[in-house]
C-alpha cells in the first residue's frame, strides 16, 4: 500500500513564507516524478510544480516561478514545497502526488498521469 502524507497547511501573511512536506508511506514503491497541486476554493484543481526523482530537475507552472521551490530528500521520503513571497491567490488546498511512471505529462502538470494523491492540506492567505 502506498501513501502520500501531507504536513499540516496554515495560514500565511502576504509576503510570507510557508514550507509544506509529503511524506511517502510505502515499503517498496518508488515515484518516478513527484508534484505539488492546489485547487482554490470553487474553482479547478491547478499544477503548481512538479520534481523528476531521478535527477531531481523541476518544473514551475508560471504562477509560481520564482516565489515557489520542489525540493526532495530521497532517503527519508520526504517532498518538500517553499512557498515565498504569497500572494492571496496562492490560497487553497494543496495536494503532493506521484507517478510510478515517467512521463513527459507528467513533468508538466498533467494530473491524470498521476497515480497517488495525498489528502490535501489547507493554505490560507490573510494578514
Known amino acids: 500500500q502506498v501513501q502520500l502524507l501531507e504536513s499540516a497547511g496554515g495560514s500565511v501573511p502576504p509576503g510570507g513564507s510557508l514550507k509544506l512536506s509529503c511524506l511517502l508511506v510505502s515499503s517498496t514503491e518508488r515515484m518516478r516524478i513527484m508534484a505539488w497541486f492546489r485547487q482554490a476554493l470553487g474553482k479547478e484543481r491547478e499544477w503548481v510544480a512538479s520534481i523528476h526523482t531521478d535527477d531531481g530537475s523541476t518544473y514551475y507552472a508560471d504562477p509560481v516561478k520564482r516565489r515557489f521551490t520542489i525540493a526532495q530528500d530521497k532517503p527519508q521520503n520526504m517532498w518538500y514545497l517553499q512557498m515565498n513571497t504569497v500572494v492571496p491567490a496562492d490560497a487553497g488546498q494543496y495536494f503532493c502526488?506521484?507517478?510510478?511512471?515517467?512521463?513527459?505529462?507528467?513533468?508538466?502538470?498533467?494530473?491524470?498521469?498521476?497515480?497517488?494523491w495525498g489528502q490535501g492540506t489547507r493554505v490560507s492567505v490573510s494578514s
Open positions: 502526488a506521484g507517478t510510478r511512471s515517467f512521463t513527459h505529462g507528467a513533468l508538466l502538470g498533467v494530473a491524470r498521469e498521476f497515480d497517488t
